[in-house]
Structure formats: C-alpha cells, structure tokens
C-alpha cells in the first residue's frame, strides 16, 4: 500500500506544477513528503549473506526505481518461489557461480560456450510452472498451449533453461517427484508426439470459447460503451498519462501500428511482483475501423539470461527469433516489437506490444489447489512444451544426452540450485 501512496503522491507533485492553485499544491506537498518519510527502505546486516544477495541483486537487470519496495513486499509474503520468479538474471547468475565454484557439479560440456557451443540453444529463459498459458499467437483460430512471456529469452545452454524449470518446480513444492517431468521435457525435445491433459485441452478449449474478444474488465466498471479504460487494477499501481505522454502514444500509433486506429483512452502502470515487476507499462483503448481495440505496451529490459552471458540480439531480433522458435513463425497483429527514439515523453524505448484478448489465458497452479493429479499433469505439459522449444535448436549433441538422460544427476543439480536460492531468500530475509 505504501508502494502506492509514494507513486500516486508523486505523479500528484508533478500535476500541481501546472495545473492547480497555491493552496492544493501546499497541501499534496506536505501528503508528498509525510508518505516518503514513512516509506520503508531496505538495509542489511553489514557484510552478511543478505546483503551479498542484496547486492547481487541490485547489480543485475531490470534497473527500477521501486527495488526496495519490490523486495519488502517478497519479504513480507514469506515465499522462495516468488522471490525465483522476480529476479530471473539472479538465477542465471548463480548458476554460473555455482558452476565455477563445482558446487553445481554438472559437466563442462552442458555449460561452457568456449569448448562446445552444441549444448546452446534458444532458451525460454523464464520458464517456471506458473509462466504457461493458452495464447492467439499466429493468425489462426486456434489458440496454442506456450510459455507467456519471451522477455526474458535468449541465447544460454539448453539445461540451465530446463534447470530453471525444475528448480521453480521444488521451490514450488520441495519433494515433488521430478522423473516424470524430466521424462516429458525428454519426449519434447526428441519430437515424440504427446497427447495434452485434460486441464490444458480444458484451458484451450476456454480459449477458443472466448477467441480475440476484450476483456470487459479493461472497460471501466466491467462496460465496453463507457469507451474508459478501468483503473481500478488489482496488484497494479495505475496512474494517468501526461498530455506530452498522449501526444507520443498517438505518434506511435498511427506510425508504428495503424494510421486508421484513434487513441480513445490510456492509462500507465506497473506490477510490483514477478520478473517485470517495476517495469512501466501502458494500456491503450484505441477505436480501430469503429470497434474498441486494447493494447498493451510492455517495456522491455534486458533478458534473465545475461546473468549467465550477456552475448545477446538486440531487443526486436531477439523477440523475432523467439516468436518464431517457439510458434513457428512472426505473430499476428497487433503483436510486435518496436525501438523508438530515446528523446520521447515515454517511459521507455523499447516496446513489446501485445493484444489484450480474452483468448489468452494464463495457467496458475493456486487455481488447481487441492488438485495434485491435475497439478501433475500440467507441469508435464509444461515440460514437454519446453522440450519442443530445446528440440528446434539446431543441437545433435544436446538432443543425444537427452535422449540418455541421467535423471538422478539432473534431479541432484535441481536440488542444489534450489537449495542454494532458498537459502538466498532466507538470507536476504535479515534485510529489513
């Protein structure tokens, strides 16, 4: 809530500069500074294990201005797997320090890009159980079961990307039975056909039902004719848009999108969880040939996996290259990536646009509490969609030792990246 309070009092302190008279300015003025001296900042023990992780934390991507919020609000909610999925480069790096130290002790070959580039490929980069989902990807009717958000994929060796996966997996529940998720990931990767589960063809099925319709829940008070974006955004902080803001927004509509679309309403905002958390986005209500259109535009950072090697693509090959490993070819509209010039009102440059359509539907293991088989099943979906991914790189060495898979060491290395980065968490609970 404090999170809130600082950011609304802030854009508040901006609007009275221009827009309101002496008495009101001298009062939201006092309201500023009351609601900064009360906010929380984040400080360790000296020289502790929490403030290495601090640290480790604060020298990696995305560079935002509400971290400390970000971390107390992890803190506070007691939970390792969130704290795996907000800061994705942090696990790549550990990786990689666990690796040069042996205490992940998987063979050089997997890892070093130096002696063997056949263990590389395109790697989902933030792939964990509750990043999956049905999604209206490639111009046809028919929704495709995917990983949600390709922010963060790139170029790393193919088993720290399903190492990822495995290790969101124990955080999310520490004795889960790994065998048969690691069997899955292995018939994707070979290419072996495998029918989806009931709660996924479920999931599909709803996406088809509700196709590229919008969401009423955009639409202030749930109603599409009120032509007003809602505000009332659950886990989001929202604020208005400032006129130069509007003036950019159109620009980039009509010379990146559509000429024919006309801005109706706009709002910004950000999450301040999970791996984009602190990352500004907009959300655009455009009359396209006279029907509402919503969009959003996402900032894009840096992918999680520099934190292992920061030889990346730029933002829009990077994407292209994601779109068309993963779907097979370039999305349809409005889905694209866009680098505009940095002298512009936004808040950022580099831009993912994506359509709010009520035909894509993320997947979340809290909904299926109570329900191990059907949580069961839809990890393996996952595993296996993953596999797919790994399975187009063109790597004949990696697909050979999956196709011999060890699965006790590669259950052994997941056990140890997630005891090492719930160890993390513990220790950066001493920072208060």
């Given at each position: 809530?404090?999170?809130?309070?600082?950011?609304?009092?802030?854009?508040?302190?901006?609007?009275?500069?221009?827009?309101?008279?002496?008495?009101?300015f001298?009062?939201?003025?006092?309201?500023?500074?009351?609601?900064?001296?009360?906010?929380?900042?984040?400080?360790?023990?000296?020289?502790?294990?929490g403030?290495?992780?601090?640290?480790?934390?604060q020298?990696?991507?995305?560079?935002?201005?509400?971290l400390?919020q970000?971390?107390?609000?992890?803190?506070?909610?007691?939970?390792?797997?969130?704290?795996?999925?907000?800061?994705?480069?942090?696990?790549?790096?550990?990786a990689?320090?666990?690796?040069?130290?042996?205490?992940?002790?998987?063979?050089?070959?997997?890892?070093?890009?130096?002696?063997?580039?056949?263990?590389?490929?395109?790697?989902?980069?933030?792939?964990?159980?509750?990043?999956?989902?049905?999604?209206?990807?490639?111009g046809?009717?028919?929704?495709?079961?995917?990983?949600?958000?390709?922010?963060?994929?790139?170029?790393?060796?193919?088993s720290?990307?399903?190492?990822?996966?495995?290790?969101?997996v124990?955080?999310?529940?520490?004795?889960?039975?790994?065998?048969?998720v690691?069997?899955?990931?292995?018939?994707?990767v070979?290419?072996?056909?495998?029918?989806?589960?009931?709660?996924?063809?479920?999931?599909?099925?709803?996406?088809?039902?509700?196709g590229?319709?919008?969401?009423?829940?955009?639409?202030?008070?749930?109603?599409p004719?009120?032509?007003r974006?809602?505000?009332?955004?659950?886990?989001?902080?929202?604020?208005?848009?400032?006129?130069l803001?509007?003036?950019?927004?159109?620009?980039?509509?009509?010379?990146?999108?559509?000429?024919?679309?006309?801005?109706?309403?706009?709002?910004?905002?950000?999450k301040?969880?999970?791996?984009?958390?602190?990352?500004?986005?907009?959300?655009?209500?455009?009359?396209?040939e006279q029907?509402?259109?919503?969009?959003?535009?996402?900032?894009?950072?840096?992918p999680?996996?520099?934190?292992?090697?920061?030889?990346?693509?730029?933002?829009?090959?990077?994407f292209?290259?994601?779109?068309?490993?993963?779907?097979?070819?370039?999305?349809?509209?409005?889905?694209?990536?866009?680098?505009?010039?940095?002298?512009t009102?936004?808040?950022?440059h580099?831009?993912?646009?994506?359509?709010?359509w009520?035909?894509?539907?993320?997947i979340?293991?809290?909904?299926?509490s109570g329900?191990?088989?059907?949580?069961?099943?839809?990890?393996?979906?996952?595993?296996?969609?993953?596999?797919?991914?790994?399975?187009?790189?063109?790597?004949?060495?990696?697909?050979?030792?999956?196709?011999?898979?060890?699965?006790k060491?590669?259950?052994h290395?997941?056990?140890?990246?997630?005891?090492?980065?719930?160890?993390?968490?513990?220790?950066l609970?001493?920072?208060?």
């Open positions: 809530m404090k999170v809130k309070i600082i950011f609304s009092s802030q854009i508040i302190f901006k609007r009275i500069l221009t827009s309101l008279d002496s008495l009101l001298t009062i939201l003025l006092l309201f500023f500074f009351s609601a900064n001296t009360n906010a929380k900042e984040l400080s360790c023990p000296i020289q502790s294990q403030e290495a992780v601090l640290t480790k934390i020298s990696l991507p995305p560079q935002i201005d509400i400390d970000k971390i107390i609000s992890l803190l506070d909610g007691n939970s390792p797997f969130m704290f795996f999925r907000s800061f994705v480069a942090y696990y790549y790096l550990t990689k320090e666990m690796l040069s130290t042996k205490e992940l002790d998987m063979p050089q070959y997997f890892y070093d890009e130096s002696s063997s580039q056949d263990y590389w490929g395109w790697c989902a980069g933030d792939a964990h159980p509750d990043n999956f989902g049905a999604m209206f990807i490639t046809t009717n028919k929704p495709v079961f995917t990983i949600n958000d390709p922010d963060d994929a790139g170029y790393c060796p193919l720290l990307d399903i190492l990822r996966f495995l290790t969101g124990l955080l999310y529940e520490e004795d889960y039975n790994l065998v048969p690691l069997e899955s990931y292995q018939s994707g070979l290419g072996k056909y495998r029918e989806f589960s009931k709660p996924v063809n479920k999931l599909l099925k709803k996406a088809y039902e509700k590229t319709e919008l969401k009423d829940g955009d639409f202030k008070n749930g109603d004719k009120s032509r974006l809602e505000r009332n955004l659950d886990d989001f902080v929202v604020s208005e848009i400032s006129h803001e509007k003036q950019d927004l159109i620009a980039f509509v009509e010379s990146k999108l559509s000429a024919k679309a006309t801005l109706l309403d706009a709002i910004k905002f950000y301040t969880d999970g791996g984009s958390g602190g990352l500004y986005r907009y959300k655009l209500l455009l009359d396209l029907k509402p259109f919503i969009i959003e535009l996402k900032a894009i950072d840096s999680g996996v520099v934190g292992f090697s920061e030889n990346q693509l730029e933002a829009v090959d990077r292209t290259t994601t779109f068309t490993m993963e779907y097979g070819a370039l999305p349809q509209f409005p889905y694209s990536v866009h680098e505009i010039e940095p002298n009102n936004l808040e950022f580099k831009i993912y646009v994506r359509p709010r009520s035909g894509n539907q993320k979340s293991l809290e909904d299926f329900k191990p088989d059907s949580i069961s099943d839809i990890i393996k979906d996952e595993a296996y969609v993953l596999g797919l991914l790994h399975g187009r790189s063109p790597n004949d060495k990696y697909k050979t030792a999956v196709e011999n898979l060890d699965v060491a590669w259950i290395w997941s056990k140890s990246l997630s005891k090492k980065l719930k160890n993390d968490y513990l220790s609970r001493s920072c208060r």
